[in-house]
């Protein structure tokens, strides 16, 4: 089975500090994904890598940022954390061979104070 | 263009019942749809998926009807369990496209009564 592992379940962080979330996925996919989900407003891409040290920005990618140093690990980086930042974000992989089929982890939930 | 209309927001069903889920999109070259099942506190999961070449697929108690000309199509959950309550998510991607052309619905909180 692909398992996409996000390390941390819940953080919670003060306005203003740097957070790092952190993706790891077991498949050897070439393509790795960071989603935010809100209610109501379904799951929107952030940014997402088709390759290593390779990103391409998402729908929403004002205020993050990534790092894809190795090809299982996919970094989603809020440089100064804002409250409208508190939601939970989803990493996500797939492979070319796969087709379309996206697999995610179980979510980092962050909520900014 | 590139937006997926899900409707309803939320769902409640009892027992045994048939749960619809819609879905509307208006992009011509969107030829993949996926739907996505999300249980609570966990991340969503490839559920069904459809292509247009047919006007429905069906595993299990789950069937997806496509409507090409209408462009529209839907997910029918057949003598709904409580253990269907989660959030279900539409999505549409041209295939051509990859992975990260996938464009999703708001999705739809399933509530399932005993």
């Not at chain 1, 993706?23 to 088709?50: A, K, T």
């Not at chain 2, 937006?3 to 927001?9: E, H, M, R």
């Not at chain 2, 009892?14 to 996505?36: L, M, R, V």
């Amino acid at each position: 089975d692909v398992k996409v592992t996000q390390s941390s379940r819940y953080l919670v962080k003060r306005t203003g500090e740097k957070v790092f979330l952190e993706c790891v996925q077991d498949m050897d996919h070439e393509n790795m994904f960071w989603y935010r989900q809100d209610p109501g407003l379904g799951l929107r891409l952030i940014y997402f890598s088709y390759d290593v040290k390779m990103k391409e920005k998402g729908d929403i990618p004002e205020g993050y940022s990534v790092s894809r140093e190795k090809k299982e690990r996919f970094s989603l980086i809020l440089e100064s954390a804002s409250t409208n930042q508190t939601s939970m974000y989803l990493c996500a992989s797939s492979s070319r061979a796969s087709g379309n089929t996206i697999y995610f982890g179980e979510g980092s939930w962050l909520t900014v104070v | 263009q590139q937006q997926v209309k899900q409707s309803p927001q939320s769902l409640i069903v009892q027992k045994g019942g048939i749960s619809i889920i819609n879905c509307a999109y208006e992009n011509t070259a969107f030829d993949y749809f996926p739907w996505y099942q999300q249980f609570p506190g966990k991340g969503p999961a490839l559920l069904i998926a459809i292509r247009p070449d047919v006007s429905e697929k069906k595993e299990g108690r789950f069937t997806i009807s496509f409507n090409k000309s209408a462009k529209q199509f839907s997910l029918h959950i057949m003598d709904s369990q409580p253990g269907d309550s989660a959030t279900y998510f539409c999505a549409a991607t041209p295939t051509q496209g990859g992975s990260e052309k996938l464009v999703f619905g708001k999705g739809t909180k399933l509530t399932v009564n005993p």
